[in-house]
T-cell receptor, first 120, second 115 residues
Framework: AQKVTQAQTEISVVEKEDVTLDCVYETRDTTYYLFWYKQPPSGELVFLIRRNSFDEQNEISGRYSWNFQKSTSSFNFTITASQVVDSAVYFCALSEDPLGSGGGADGLTFGKGTHLIIQP | KAGVTQTPRYLIKTRGQQVTLSCSPISGHRSVSWYQQTPGQGLQFLFEYFSETQRNKGNFPGRFSGRQFSNSRSEMNVSTLELGDSALYLC??????????????FGPGTRLTVT
C-alpha cells in the first residue's frame, strides 16, 4: 500500500531563513506521481507542484525548489528566504498508477502535513 | 476562470440525519474527487467521479456516497451521520481522462459539524 510520511509536524523559523520540508513515500509501483500542496489558514488546498516518477530533475520556481530522489524515496521541498506569507500547512501527496496509463486507483494519499510558521 | 466552488461552506447537523454537499468543478474539468480532512486522520480520499461514473473509491463505509451530473457537478451524501463524520470535506477537480495524474484543484471545503 502507498504511504507518505512527513516526519516534521511543525517547523518554526524566522523570516528570511531557508527551510526544508521533508517527504518520504512508499509505493510498489514504478509509475507514480508526487505532489505538494499548501493549505493556508483559509483552508483551501493550493497546488504547488506535480512530479512523475520518471522525472528526477530538481525543479525551482522562484523561492521554491524541490528535490526528488528515487534512491531514498524522498521528495523534499525547500523555501529560500522564507516570508511570513509562507506560513501554512504543507502537504506532500502520492498517486499510484497501477495500470500504467496515468490513472490512479486510490486517489491522492496525503502525508499528515507540516505546519510551517514563519516569524517576522 | 472560476475556481472550484462548494456549497454550503458550513453545516451543522444532528446525529442520525443525512447531509448532501455540492461541488462545482472548474469549467472544462470532468473529474471530481472528494476528500475528508480531520485532525486525527488527516486528508483521506473518499471517491472520484469521471463522466458521471464513480471510478475510484476510498476506504469509507457505504454511508458515504456520491454522484456526478452531466455538467460535471458533483454531490456527496452522508447518511445516518455520526459524531466522527465532523470534518472538512474538500472537493477537487481536474481535467480528467487520467485524473489523478493531473494536478487537482481544490475548493474551499464544506465544514460539517455533527452534534
Amino acid at each position: 500500500a502507498q504511504k507518505v510520511t512527513q516526519a516534521q509536524t511543525e517547523i518554526s523559523v524566522v523570516e528570511k531563513e531557508d527551510v526544508t520540508l521533508d517527504c518520504v513515500y512508499e509505493t510498489r509501483d514504478t509509475t507514480y506521481y508526487l505532489f505538494w500542496y499548501k493549505q493556508p489558514p483559509s483552508g483551501e488546498l493550493v497546488f504547488l507542484i506535480r512530479r512523475n516518477s520518471f522525472d528526477e530533475q530538481n525543479e525551482i520556481s522562484g523561492r521554491y525548489s524541490w528535490n526528488f530522489q528515487k534512491s531514498t524515496s524522498s521528495f523534499n521541498f525547500t523555501i529560500t528566504a522564507s516570508q511570513v506569507v509562507d506560513s501554512a500547512v504543507y502537504f506532500c501527496a502520492l498517486s499510484e498508477d497501477p495500470l500504467g496509463s496515468g490513472g490512479g486507483a486510490d486517489g491522492l494519499t496525503f502525508g499528515k502535513g507540516t505546519h510551517l510558521i514563519i516569524q517576522p | 476562470k472560476a475556481g472550484v466552488t462548494q456549497t454550503p461552506r458550513y453545516l451543522i447537523k444532528t446525529r442520525g440525519q443525512q447531509v448532501t454537499l455540492s461541488c462545482s468543478p472548474i469549467s472544462g474539468h470532468r473529474s471530481v474527487s472528494w476528500y475528508q480532512q480531520t485532525p486525527g486522520q488527516g486528508l483521506q480520499f473518499l471517491f472520484e467521479y469521471f463522466s458521471e461514473t464513480q471510478r475510484n473509491k476510498g476506504n469509507f463505509p457505504g454511508r458515504f456516497s456520491g454522484r456526478q451530473f452531466s455538467n460535471s457537478r458533483s454531490e456527496m451524501n452522508v447518511s445516518t451521520l455520526e459524531l466522527g463524520d465532523s470534518a472538512l470535506y474538500l472537493c477537487a477537480s481536474s481535467l480528467g481522462g487520467t485524473a489523478i495524474s493531473y494536478e487537482q484543484y481544490f475548493g474551499p471545503g464544506t465544514r460539517l459539524t455533527v452534534t
